[in-house]
């Protein structure tokens, strides 16, 4: 048999979640604002009425941008952990470490150069 009191944190966290989750649904239908009209019940009501179609096509430079930000967010992601942790390293090993984030970042700029050579940054 195990023992199951080493759960009771993972259960209590489980429990936390889902009583917030039910609290916020239950307090905005309670005491949120109720308006209803034509615009509040369409899709994507953003407070104004929508004009034209849902259709309509976008600038590949609005892909290109999203794809580099996403790039150097997931940069900031891994880099963090590794500065935090990159004095617990020693001797040959820190080098090693050295040499991989290098490598790492390297290859982040050459998506930005990527990117620059496709015209990403220009505004015109």
């Not at 309670?30 to 976008?58: C, D, H, Q, W």
């Amino acid at each position: 048999m195990t023992d199951l009191t080493s759960y009771l944190p993972l259960g209590v966290i489980i429990l936390m979640a889902i009583t917030f989750a039910v609290a916020n649904i239950v307090l905005t239908r309670l005491i949120g604002p109720s308006r209803r009209g034509k615009v509040k019940g369409m899709s994507y009501e953003s407070g104004m009425n929508p004009i034209g179609t849902a259709r309509k096509r976008f600038n590949v430079r609005f892909y290109l941008i999203a794809m580099v930000f996403l790039v150097f967010d997931v940069e900031i992601i891994f880099l963090y952990p590794w500065a935090a942790t990159f004095h617990d390293f020693e001797g040959p090993e820190r080098l090693t470490w050295l040499f991989r984030i290098l490598f790492f970042l390297l290859t982040t700029v050459v998506a930005y150069l990527y990117g620059f050579r496709k015209g990403v940054f220009r505004f015109d």
